[in-house]
């Protein structure tokens, strides 16, 4: 049966305000985040699906050789009494999301210091010859952030802790950039394990512009961008074995952690 002229214009009408309602912006960005399995429009929920996080963070070390000495202070003589600037990275797979989030993290770490040999005569003499320590830790780290205020409520601080291993190998360069050796024959390179405990807090900065959160996280997939502050206890002396060399420290660190 043929429909009247008016049936034909409400028929193209319903069809004309369907296509405007699917390109509108709201309606297209629920259908993109659906797509990323994420609900939009419920605050308790992230965007998109939440799997990784990433930390990149800086801070002073002073690596804890002297300790084992009695009498000496190797490290102090050769390098000094000050810090210096050690570098981190840190990917969590984050394994349990429930009235927070439980992950397990792998991170590496540089650090590095160069100083001039003491020569016997005058205090604070120096020679001519170099030496250069080389520092890069490894840590494998359980990690727990308290971060339910922040899915639930869009609270933008929350605190977090670590409990781990460390496996740290280190090098001592002369001048040439060769490894050193002492007079007994030992090697100016090796590796020591140890344990670490850390505990911090994350400011997510999503709140000072949320649209350009909400883009990063259409667009990259990046849940939260934040700041992070950090103070660890890291005792890298061989869990317990001898004659291996020390360097841990007690430290802060400063980054940024972007979950994604």
């Known amino acids: 049966m043929a429909r ?9 009408l319903a069809a004309a305000l369907a296509s405007l309602l699917s390109l509108a912006p709201g309606a297209a960005r629920a259908q993109t985040f659906s797509t990323l399995g994420g609900e939009p429009d419920h605050p308790g ?34 390098y000094g009494n000050g810090r210096h600037l050690l570098s981190q990275a840190e990917l969590d797979y984050i394994v349990f999301h429930q009235m927070g989030s439980l992950a397990i993290g792998l991170g590496v770490g540089f ?25 890069v830790p490894t840590t494998l780290s359980a990690v727990y952030r308290f ?18 291993l460390d496996w740290a190998y280190w090098q001592i360069t ?9 007079s007994r024959g030992g090697n100016g390179r090796g590796a020591t394990l140890g344990w670490h405990a850390a505990v911090g807090v994350a400011l997510i900065l999503d709140m ?16 939260h961008t934040g700041i992070m502050f950090e103070y660890g206890h890291y005792d ?20 940024i952690l972007l979950t994604f």
């Open 111 to 135: 650090f590095q210091v160069s100083g001039n040999a003491p020569i016997a005569g005058p205090s604070g003499t120096l020679s001519g010859d170099q030496s250069t320590l080389t520092v």
């Open 147 to 164: 971060d339910h205020f922040l899915v639930t409520r869009n609270f933008p601080l929350f605190p977090y802790g670590k409990l781990g």
């Open 208 to 223: 000072f512009d949320p649209e350009a959160a909400r883009n990063f996280d259409n667009e990259m997939g990046v849940n």
């Open 4 to 12: 009247s002229p008016r049936a034909l214009g409400g028929a193209a």
């Open 174 to 182: 002369d001048g040439n950039g060769e490894i050193a050796t002492d």
């Open 45 to 78: 929920k992230y965007r998109s699906p939440e799997r990784f996080a990433f930390q990149l963070s800086f801070g002073p070390y002073r690596p804890d050789i002297d300790s084992e000495f009695s009498s000496r202070t190797p490290y102090r003589d050769y």
């Open 236 to 255: 890298i002396s061989g869990l317990g074995a001898s004659d291996r060399l020390h360097v841990g420290d007690d430290t802060w660190t400063l980054g």
